[in-house]
């Protein structure tokens, strides 16, 4: 596979994200970091990417710089990454999308759900990927536990309960600390705060290892800490296109919870339990069977999670191996689309746009059935009903 162009667009220096997806663009030696537009300020982000050895005349001030200065180049990137403020995500991805770039963006992949129905009509039109970085589905035992599921070993699957619940916004005294200010205030974050943030990634989860999508929600939402705007803690319940009922919990006050995302799938044959924290063993009880525990890196498990796997088994694997598929997955199909070949079927398991409006059509559901005191709202978007 030759290798790809790759640049990112924010993820400068002190952010969360950067250091996560450089890592593991870079891991499999299958993308150049070669271009990009890391900061607010201009002159910060052109020193921090040439810090990291992107040349001067590839280290730009701001994404339109980039835009213009790599349509302009004949080895222009191959594939973008949207790592900038969530308010920013639909304009910056839209710009990449129409000149012909693949991109991958963070989540929430918009703001709004018209904003994702425009993208995914874009990428549709266009024949570009735009991907959204649900990254944890990268990781082996989560595709295993996909497969399982797929193969019929759980059987019809009755029940989905998902968390991301954590305690690291719990302090009241953090109510001015611009690092956390923001994602309460509806000028910046929109209609919702936690389950935007968090309960996206466990209902994203819930879909993509039962192939199901959500229908319906019923939602209560609550501002534990009285001064923000939006919520901090939500209960979601819902319901999927085959027939399976769904529980999730969300929050940001959880003191006590750390990462906290879980799933528990349970079917009329057996159930499976997965926790992030603990990404090496998949829990799995066949019905009056005994609990058996999988661990990652053992012999016959299922294709996807072997070519998931990338340290031996006993090792800890960690979330940039994780989002390290989600770009392996990326480049076998860009590779792919280039060559004018079919990519390997399991290299389309990456998050797409159709996940990310999903998602915002279930975070405008959530906030309209919290409002209305936990209604049975329609989650799907428009376009997809």
């Known amino acids: 596979m030759t290798k790809l162009n790759w640049g990112m667009i924010g993820g400068g220096e002190g952010s969360q994200i950067g250091p996560a997806h450089r890592l593991s663009a870079g891991l499999d030696g299958l993308f150049s970091f070669v271009a990009g537009a ?117 059987g019809k699957v009755r ?51 039962t192939g199901q999508e959500v229908t319906k929600l019923s939602a209560d939402c609550a501002s534990l800490i009285e001064s923000r705007v939006l919520e901090d803690d939500a209960m979601v319940n819902f319901r999927m296109d085959g027939g399976t009922v769904g529980r999730l919990w969300t929050s940001s006050v959880a003191i006590g919870r750390q990462h906290g995302l879980t799933i528990q799938v349970f079917g ?22 005994r609990l058996q525990t999988i661990e990652r890196g053992e012999a016959n498990l299922s294709p996807e999670a072997d ?33 004018g070949q079919s990519a390997d079927p399991a290299a389309n398991l990456y998050p797409k746009s159709e996940d990310g409006l999903r998602s915002m059509a279930a975070v405008a559901a959530v906030a309209k059935s919290g409002k209305e005191e936990g209604a049975w709202v329609d989650a799907r978007p428009p376009m997809f009903r």
Request: aromatic share 8%; hydrophobic share 40%; charged share 25%.
């Open 159 to 209: 029940l989905v309960v998902t968390e991301f619940a954590h305690g690291h916004h719990a302090d009241a005294a953090d109510a001015d600390n611009p690092r956390v200010r923001w994602r309460y205030d509806p000028a910046q974050a929109g209609v919702s705060a936690q389950f935007a943030d968090c309960g996206i990634h466990a209902l994203h989860m819930a879909s993509f290892v």
């Open 38 to 154: 890391l900061d607010h300020n201009p002159e910060a982000g052109r020193c921090y990417a040439q810090k990291l050895g992107v040349a001067s005349d590839r280290a730009y001030g701001d994404w339109r710089e980039m835009l213009q200065g790599e349509n302009a180049r004949e080895d222009r990137v191959d594939l973008v990454t949207v790592a900038t403020p969530n308010s920013t995500h639909f304009e910056i991805t839209k710009a990449f999308l129409e000149s012909g770039y693949h991109v991958l963006c963070e989540k929430p992949m918009t703001m709004t759900v018209e904003e994702g129905e425009d993208i995914v009509r874009i990428a549709r039109k266009s024949g570009k990927i735009c991907a959204v970085n649900y990254g944890y589905t990268g990781y082996s035992l989560v595709r295993h536990m996909k497969a399982m599921i797929a193969r019929g070993d759980l």
């Open 307 to 339: 070519r998931a796997t990338r340290v031996t088994i006993g090792h800890a694997e960690g979330m940039p191996l994780a989002f390290a598929n989600i770009y392996t997955d990326l480049a076998e199909v860009i590779s792919a689309q280039k060559e």
């Open 268 to 289: 009329e044959k057996g159930g499976l339990k997965w926790m992030q924290e603990h990404p090496n063993q998949l829990y799995y009880m066949p019905l009056n069977g």
